[in-house]
């Protein structure tokens, strides 16, 4: 009896082991905001960390590593620990949700990139991969004095994309500062501006000899509101003494009065011969 009632236990035991689920737990990243990441700026990574309700992982830790170009940023916690479960996340979800800020470096290549982010149950440490895309969606701009006109007081500049990146809605201000005096609107909407090409913005300025600094927003492939300090020199010089703005006589104007200084000529010697004749 003692023999069979062992045997049972046995058996039950082995059938236990046999149906019991293994700790093996998955890694997806869910999210990443922005899409594609900018280098030099921030980026909201989130995983979703799968079959940790098992009991039979223990103690999870769940960790990004710091793997170039990514950087975690110290606002997050790079570790995550969760005591596995039936219920192992938040709102009983069967699930972990993993958030973090991570920040990438700004000589990042465009393309996907591989990150690591580690799991540690009682089982073991498992490494998982994943891609961060990310491009550089930004853009520089080459600024310049075109005109310069003293009778309208009308400042010309002109404005070349010089990056690789098509961009949008751009707005062009000149800042108050010693430099200059603005008179009327300090910004203009100059529009969307592709790459290698240029446009102009024109404002009503009383501008001194020295630097003056100018700010350019415009919205980036990925609607990301961007700003570019840029700087540029006023040199009086360049625009005084200009032949194009001296005033000229039209040809005309000197037709004009010869025909008016013969029809006078004319009258006073008609008038002359017919006082002779009397």
């Known amino acids: 009896m003692k023999r069979l009632l062992l045997t049972g236990i046995l058996l039950l035991g082995m059938l236990v082991l046999v149906n019991a689920e293994p700790c093996d737990p998955s890694v997806t990243l869910l999210n990443q905001d922005p899409y ?77 990139t591989p990150g690591e982010i580690v799991v540690q149950t009682k089982g073991g440490t498992e490494s998982y991969e994943f891609n961060i895309n990310i491009e550089d969606t930004r853009t520089n701009f080459e600024v310049q004095i075109k005109d310069y006109n003293y009778a309208t007081k009308e400042l010309t500049l002109e404005i070349l994309n010089i990056g690789d990146q098509d961009i949008q809605a751009l707005r062009v201000e000149i800042p108050k500062q010693a430099s200059i005096d603005v008179k009327g609107a300090n910004r203009i909407v100059v529009g969307d501006l592709d790459s290698n090409e240029y446009t102009t913005a024109d404002f009503e300025a009383t501008p001194s000899d020295g630097e003056i600094t100018v700010n350019l927003y415009y919205q980036d492939a990925i609607n990301v509101n961007r700003s570019v300090v840029g700087k540029i020199t006023f040199d009086s010089s360049y625009f005084v003494g200009r032949v194009a703005d001296q005033k000229t006589t039209s040809k005309w104007t000197y037709v004009f009065w010869a025909v008016i200084l013969i029809l006078v000529v004319y009258f006073i010697v008609k008038k002359f011969k017919k006082k002779s004749k009397k």
């Open 36 to 112: 594609p990441a900018v280098p030099g700026d921030y980026a909201k990574l989130v995983f979703q960390v799968e079959g940790v309700s098992n009991p039979e992982c223990g103690d999870v830790s769940i960790e990004l590593v710091d793997k170039y170009p990514i950087t975690v940023d110290p606002s997050t916690p790079k570790q995550i620990s969760v005591k596995a479960g039936t219920y192992a996340g938040t709102n009983y979800q069967s699930f972990v949700m993993a958030p973090y800020k991570v920040r990438v470096d700004e000589n990042a290549l465009n393309g996907d």
